[in-house]
């Protein structure tokens, strides 16, 4: 069970439990440092944006390596650890991705779809954003001197978790084709038939695939477990579903933005959670994701040739 380790350690510096308040207080600075390196996307200027994230950036560093320092705090400092972690992969990917697409692969991102103009460019740079997400992670648990374990990268229990990811995986891909291809909720350019499905189909598991493990190892891996030291695993998983909500504000590929935080990214946060901690792993949770982000992807690539 998590909940005796987490418990133990949710502690303020006197050894008692934190208080509501605090605890309270706590979660609601967490989700605005989760959200901290997304919102400076909308910083308007690149090079002023360029700096404003390198400096939350630095920012979030220092204040997990000052906590680290301090008795009082101490026990939380692995959480602005793991927003450090997270805001350095976003500032990467704010930069190497379109670099990668438009002067190297020479498939620079079109209407349609944020990636490439291109299908085997747009799957070569999700493998790029992927390993931008584990160079993080790895970064974090070096300096935290941790394990992939404590991020839940190990195989887990093969048990209802399981069978819940990989029915899900192959229930959206068969209804992805039946029914969200021609969703309005979910657009695609122009008609997919069958045919084009079928050949369409490596690129979209191996794209929602990656997408699927780089975020579920970020939210569910990373700062979950970090979370818990705090909130113990209900809050956790809450906080942690509210983060991922939030860096979901702006989607381009819905017209119902709103509605597509509300009903599907914090439910999908609160999902993985929980497939995660019934597991112990965080592969039943990137199959689940990874089927409900074929309809994404397949929008994405019927933009592309």
Not at 234 to 241: E, K, P
Not at 261 to 279: D, E, K, Q
Request: proline share 6%; hydrophobic share 55%.
């Amino acid at each position: 069970m998590e909940s005796s380790p987490s418990a133990a350690r949710a502690l303020d510096s006197t050894g008692g439990p934190l208080m509501p308040g605090q605890k309270a207080i706590f979660a609601a600075a967490c989700v605005v440092a989760g959200f901290l390196p997304v919102s400076v996307g909308y910083v308007p200027g690149e090079v002023t944006r360029l700096v404003s994230g390198l400096a939350v950036t630095g920012a979030l560093l220092a204040i997990a390596l000052l906590a680290r320092r301090n008795a009082a705090v101490h026990r939380y400092w692995e959480i602005p650890l793991a927003f450090f972690g997270m805001s350095l992969f976003v500032l990467a990917d704010r930069y190497v991705p379109g670099f990668l697409a438009s002067q190297v692969l020479h498939s620079p991102p079109v209407a349609g779809n944020p990636l490439a103009s291109t299908v085997p460019a747009t799957v070569i740079i999700e493998l790029d954003e992927l390993m931008l997400t584990v160079v993080a992670v790895l970064l974090v648990v070096w300096i935290s001197r941790s394990s992939l374990a404590s991020v839940y990268v190990r195989w887990g229990r093969f048990g209802r978790a399981y069978v819940i990811g990989i029915a899900a995986l192959i229930a959206f891909y068969v209804l992805t084709f039946g029914v969200l291809s021609h969703s309005r909720f979910m657009p695609v350019h122009g008609a997919v038939d069958f045919g084009r499905y079928l050949s369409l189909t490596p690129a979209l598991f191996v794209a929602a695939a990656a997408n699927g493990f780089l975020e579920e190892l970020t939210f569910r891996g990373l700062l979950m477990s970090r979370l818990n030291i705090a909130f113990g695993p209900y809050l956790a998983t809450t906080i942690q579903a509210a983060v991922f909500a939030s860096w979901h504000v702006g989607v381009t590929y819905t017209a119902s933005g709103l509605v597509f935080i509300v009903l599907f990214a914090f439910p999908l946060g609160l999902i993985g959670g929980y497939l995660t901690r019934s597991s112990g792993s965080i592969i039943p949770s990137t199959l689940f994701h990874a089927g409900a982000d074929i309809p994404i992807y397949l929008g994405f690539l019927s933009y592309v040739p």
